[in-house]
């Protein structure tokens, strides 16, 4: 048997921060290309805002502070986070959404807290959870898959959409989340919540046309390549596996547990794992580094309880998604998770 | 309570040159020793009460009445009062203070009255109003403790009204909003829209908004004690 012989240190590349943050903006390319396959290049614009939100915002805080400018802005953690938020938000919400929920996470959610590396909670999501409970009508009107839209946008419809709130031909948004058969538009959690409220069971609600209108097809395909995005990433080591791997399998427990006590008014396992914001919120935000738990245990719990939040939630709670809400949950918890699963340094205490 | 506050003023205003201990307790009480933003003191009814102006202000002139006769009234019996027991006998002046003033709200101004709801009552338990009882008024005359009263009530009342104002921008795009729920009809014509709002910021209506726009106070307070001592 042939033993490696390496001497410390161990870690054989070394990586700087902006090729990290670089790495993972590439890995959300096939993700966020189905999105705007599926549902219009809105969110190609959206991101666009947001970036230059973020280095705007970046930027004034770091000259306030005396801080280098230049060298901070190239860490590209600023357009991650921005990023971030523009794919999360609906693609035709009006375009101060989006650098409201930028300028609030870089400023108040990572720089008065002292900048890269000092937040306690991830900006993206901090920013979401603002954007939700501030502006909810903009933030829950998505749009149906562009083969289901009745009227067919181009990009200066959709520009227009963002800047002034209706297309060239004076659709507004409201007219525009509404598919072809005047149903109108939810994401899937959405219409299964609904649907559970109206009284229908989950094998009714899953044959039923409001669920097949809800584009959840296409939400599964976008999960998937976020799915494949995050493994590249777990593959080039720049996420350790313990968190995206406990919070899929925590998904997995937890809504089954749900789903084998009552499998009428919860939804299954898969239904779970490949909707909303799961795979997006496993791979690329619960793995934040400077948000998440550091420990080995730590990780591992921090995943576990915001998968446990995210199936409460989902389930029995008041709105249709969760990862935003439970991962600011999980973040307050982290310190004390870090605490408490400190490993036990060799040949030191009882 | 308008005219309570005013008489004050104007009471204390010759004898302000006279004395620098006014200077000094005007420049503790409305900046440097801040019962909002220095002391944080009173924090529940400062973050719960000021989404609009209209809210802050009566929230304010009622703290402000309550500190400033319970200073004095304090003050006039400290001799009086027996060490062990003071702290009990402080609450009881102020509680019976702070129902004169909500029983007066709940006569000239009900629907003030009502919308400031718990917070009304919930003055007695103001840590700002005891605090400058137990640390001011009960070591020091009357003229002063009701001067020191005046000035920390004004100063937390200024809090409440920046804070009021830039949370009734936010979220509503007004200024003055209901007003003439303290003021009589009249003030109608004091309510500034400046802005419509189709979609409000909630989350400056809500607590956490509230939370936050205190720290940016907070912050430019300290930024320009910075400056001043450079």
């Known amino acids: 048997m042939a033993y490696k012989n390496a001497s410390s240190p161990h870690q054989k590349q070394r990586r700087t921060t902006s090729q990290v943050m670089v790495l993972v903006i590439l890995c959300l390319i096939p993700g966020v290309f189905l999105q705007s396959y599926f549902f219009g290049y809105a969110n190609l614009i959206q991101i666009s805002l947001a970036c230059l939100a973020a280095v705007a915002s970046e930027a004034f805080i770091l000259k306030l502070r005396n801080r280098p400018v230049l060298n901070t802005l190239k860490d590209a953690s600023a357009l991650l986070t921005a990023i971030l938020i523009a794919i999360s938000i609906p693609p035709l919400a009006p375009w101060w959404i989006v650098v409201i929920g930028t300028i609030f996470a870089i400023i108040f959610v990572k720089q008065v807290y002292g900048g890269l590396g000092q937040n306690i909670f991830n900006p993206a999501m901090a920013a979401y959870v603002l954007l939700l409970i501030s502006f909810p009508v903009q933030m829950t009107s998505w749009l149906p898959v562009q083969s289901l839209q009745p009227f067919s946008l181009t990009l200066m419809d959709q520009i227009n959409a963002i800047f002034t709130g209706a297309t060239l031909d004076g659709y507004s948004v409201e007219q525009l989340s509404v598919s072809i058969d005047g149903l109108s538009m939810a994401t899937p959690l959405n219409t299964v919540r609904d649907a559970l409220h109206n009284g229908f069971t989950i094998s009714e609600i899953f044959t039923s046309l409001q669920f097949k209108a809800s584009s959840w097809q296409q939400i599964y395909w976008i999960n998937g390549a976020f799915l494949a995005g995050g493994l590249i990433l777990l593959f080039k080591r720049v996420v350790h596996w313990h968190i995206p791997v406990s919070f899929l399998l925590g998904i997995g427990i937890f809504s089954f547990i749900a789903f084998a006590y009552s499998p009428d008014l919860n939804a299954p396992p898969l239904f779970h794992l490949f909707s909303g914001a799961t795979m997006l919120g496993a791979f690329f935000i619960l793995s934040d580094p400077v948000s998440a738990a550091t420990t080995v245990k730590g990780r591992i719990l921090f995943a576990l309880l915001i998968a446990f939040i995210v199936v409460i939630i989902r389930n029995v709670g008041g709105y249709p998604d969760a990862v935003a809400f439970a991962v600011l949950l999980g973040n307050m918890c982290v310190p004390l998770l870090d605490y408490y699963t400190q490993p036990k340094v060799y040949g030191g205490g009882k | ?230």
């Open chain 2, 1 to 230: 309570m308008n005219e309570q506050s005013q008489e004050t003023a104007v009471g204390t205003d010759k004898t302000d040159s006279a004395d620098p201990v006014y200077k000094e307790l005007m420049r503790q009480g409305l900046w440097a020793n801040n019962p909002g933003i220095v002391q944080l003191l009173g924090l529940c009814p400062l973050l719960a009460v000021t989404n609009t102006i209209t809210n802050a202000l009566g929230l304010g002139l009622a703290t402000l009445f309550v500190v400033v006769a319970s200073n004095s009234l304090i003050s006039l019996i400290r001799h009086l009062v027996p060490q062990a027991i003071r702290i009990p006998i402080f609450v009881m002046i102020i509680a019976s203070l702070v129902s004169c003033i909500q029983l007066l709200m709940n006569a000239f101004t009900y629907e003030l009255y009502l919308s400031l709801g718990i917070f009304i009552p919930l003055i007695v338990t103001n840590c700002m109003i005891i605090g400058r009882a137990e640390a001011f008024a009960s070591k020091n005359g009357i003229k002063h403790s009701a001067f020191d009263g005046l000035m920390m009530g004004v100063g937390f009342s200024i809090v409440l009204i920046i804070l009021g104002a830039s949370r009734e921008i936010l979220a509503q795009g007004t200024l003055f909003d209901g007003i003439e729920t303290m003021l009589g009809d009249w003030a109608r014509v004091l309510t500034i829209t400046l802005y419509q709002a189709d979609t409000s910021f909630l989350l400056a209506a809500l607590p956490p908004g509230a939370f936050i726009i205190m720290g940016l106070i907070i912050a430019i307070k300290n930024a320009i004690d910075h400056r001043i001592k450079k």
